[in-house]
């Protein structure tokens, strides 16, 4: 398989670094072209990104020079596809001029998630929502196509609750106890989060009370008809480098023992086979204190999520259980890289 060119948009930010890290040697796509602001064109890439990652920054981005957005359907032809890490605040129209000059773009960012005709993708969970590229195109005239992952806490939760529909969820509450990396490498100063919580993640509640519904809602002709249950958050960002861990509590429309759900767990499959679709998209962790973040976000390379300490509620059919997730990798920059790998196995790119 010949390798496709890829363009990050919004390279030097904490989520396009990651897209550089985990594109590094991927066997499908190779840089094509790396993105930012004007302060940074023009110059190496090893000379503008605050490198912020454990790992070295990989050679083959570190000398590319950074080129400037307002190259886009000009000089950037033999790319195929953007990843977006944009900020809200432009990525709205950057991601449109990239469908309007026909390339696909994979973005991580919320402004387009809501639309009627973007997909919001997780692929273990909603491929079929793919039939909305078609719908897009037609509605906006585009050769190309904007698809979308969700928020990372969402992401996290809602691969946890897919299995569970089978028996009829009701309610879903949920409190997340969310990593500093979530608000970037500059998001929050030190001395704000350590020895703290921080009760309070702008518009995060919103996001993981309608986007699921989104994702596990039905395809019906054009659009997508929504899930119909609620879903309550409380979102807190905790002294913790990576991984979002979450306390949820379900309510079933019928009696649901612990041993069945576990087993539903362990038993979720998907046929996707792609580069990072994990092995298991959920591992079931038995010890009494997992998941935990050190512990567990790493698993599936970041791409996996674990869950842990099922168990009774106490209000009607409840079951309250503990998911994790690794917030940066399955929850951003892996999550935009896997709804790419399924455009290509599919023929979209």
Not at 285 to 297: A, F, G, T
Request: proline content about 5%; charged content about 25%; glycine content about 8%.
């Amino acid at each position: 398989m010949r390798r496709i060119k890829v363009g990050i948009l919004g390279a030097t930010g904490s989520v396009g670094q990651r897209f550089v890290q985990l594109l590094e040697g991927h066997p499908w796509f190779e840089f094509g072209a790396l993105f930012a602001s004007e302060r940074s064109v023009g110059k190496k890439y090893r000379e503008v990104a605050k490198w912020s990652l454990p790992s070295e920054m990989p050679e083959e981005a570190a000398d590319m020079v950074v080129k400037s957005m307002d190259t886009i359907g000009t000089s950037t032809d033999d790319l195929a596809l953007m990843f977006s890490a944009l900020p809200g605040t432009i990525a709205s129209e950057m991601e449109k001029k990239c469908a309007q000059a026909g390339y696909a773009v994979a973005s991580n960012v919320a402004v387009h998630r809501m639309e009627k005709d973007v997909p919001l993708l997780i692929p273990e969970i909603n491929t079929d929502h793919f039939g909305l590229i078609d719908v897009q195109k037609s509605n906006r005239g585009w050769d190309g196509f904007i698809v979308t992952n969700p928020n990372c806490s969402t992401i996290v939760m809602t691969l946890s609750l897919k299995p569970l529909m089978r028996f009829g969820l009701e309610t879903v509450r949920v409190a997340t106890m969310q990593a500093v990396s979530g608000a970037g490498y500059a998001g929050l100063p030190s001395m704000a989060i350590l020895d703290n919580v921080i009760p309070y993640i702008g518009s995060e509640e919103g996001k993981m009370e309608s986007e699921p519904l989104k994702i596990l809602g039905t395809l019906e002709g054009s659009e997508v008809k929504n899930a119909e249950f609620t879903i309550c958050a409380s979102c807190h960002r905790v002294p913790v480098m990576d991984g979002h861990t979450e306390a949820i509590w379900v309510n079933f429309a019928e009696n649901v023992s612990e041993e069945e759900v576990k087993k539903t767990f362990k038993n979720f499959t998907t046929d996707i086979k792609t580069p990072f679709a994990p092995e298991k998209p959920i591992i079931v962790r038995d010890e009494p204190d997992r998941p935990q973040p050190k512990l567990d976000r790493d698993a599936g390379h970041g791409m996996s999520i674990s869950v842990g300490r099922i168990r009774k509620g106490q209000l009607g059919h409840e079951m309250k259980y503990i998911v994790q997730g690794h917030n940066t990798v399955r929850g951003a920059a892996g999550a935009s890289i896997l709804n790419a790998e399924v455009l290509v196995e599919r023929g979209f790119i």
